[in-house]
């Protein structure tokens, strides 16, 4: 899987938009980019994921550059319960047959501000 | 559905004791895996199952540690003898083959 690298931590004033970046520039052409992020004593959690379109669930959106080098995860209206940690992963695809473990970094410590 | 159910949350045992962790993956799901996490080296796999066969335990510490997943509802996780180095958090996790990873809650060790 492709490396990727993260700002090791960011604040955010709540309600307001949370950007966390991500880059990936030894990113393959057939690997995705997902996220995770893990609050506080619980286990991580499944946020998105995208090849190179951007993406939007009702969590968060995910913009990927044109040349799939960088990833921006944004939560639109950052909360207090918002506070995590952000894991930008890159690997191939669930549906591709391959492995199917996640490989963590350190990840970004979001931390949103009253 | 209830989730990945893992039991304990927590544990403190002495060292030279044998531990084990417990886990029943969401219904259905045919993937499961078991994470350490720890301060120094974040959140690493130990192995991973599918349909109860281990694919790959190339993370497992040593021979201490040993998985067994004897049927799709009900995976262990064993450490004997356990030292104070395996202290950790230690995740269950299950997926489908075509959804996402879903995480338990994690089982708290501490080896003293």
């Known amino acids: 899987d492709a490396k990727t690298t993260q700002p090791p931590s960011m604040d955010c004033a709540e309600g307001r938009a949370a950007n966390l970046p991500c880059n990936h520039s030894?990113?393959?052409?057939?690997?995705?980019v997902y996220w995770y992020r893990q609050i506080h004593s619980q286990g991580p959690q499944y946020i998105i994921h995208g090849l190179k379109n951007n993406e939007t669930n009702e969590m968060a959106s995910l913009i990927i550059t044109e040349d799939r080098k960088s990833s921006t995860l944004i939560l639109p209206h950052a909360t207090l319960r918002d506070t995590a940690v952000y894991y930008c992963i890159v690997r191939l695809s669930i549906s591709s047959g391959s492995a199917r473990q996640l490989t963590f970094g350190s990840g970004t410590q979001l931390t949103v501000l009253p | 559905d209830a989730g990945v159910i893992q039991s304990p949350r927590h544990e403190v045992t002495e060292m030279g004791q044998e531990v084990t962790l417990r886990c029943k993956p969401i219904s259905g799901h045919d993937y499961l895996f078991w994470y350490r996490q720890t301060m120094m080296r974040g959140l690493e796999l130990l192995i991973y199952?599918?349909?109860?066969?281990?694919?790959?335990d190339s993370g497992m510490p040593e021979d201490r540690f040993s998985a067994k997943m004897p049927n799709a509802s009900f995976s262990t996780l064993k450490i004997q003898p356990s030292e104070p180095r395996d202290s950790a958090v230690y995740f269950c996790?299950?997926?489908?083959?075509?959804?996402?990873?879903?995480f338990g809650q994690g089982t708290r060790l501490t080896v003293v």
């Open positions: 199952f599918n349909n109860n066969v281990p694919i790959d």
């Open positions: 030894t990113i393959s052409g057939n690997e995705y």
């Open positions: 996790a299950s997926s489908g083959s075509y959804t996402e990873a879903f």
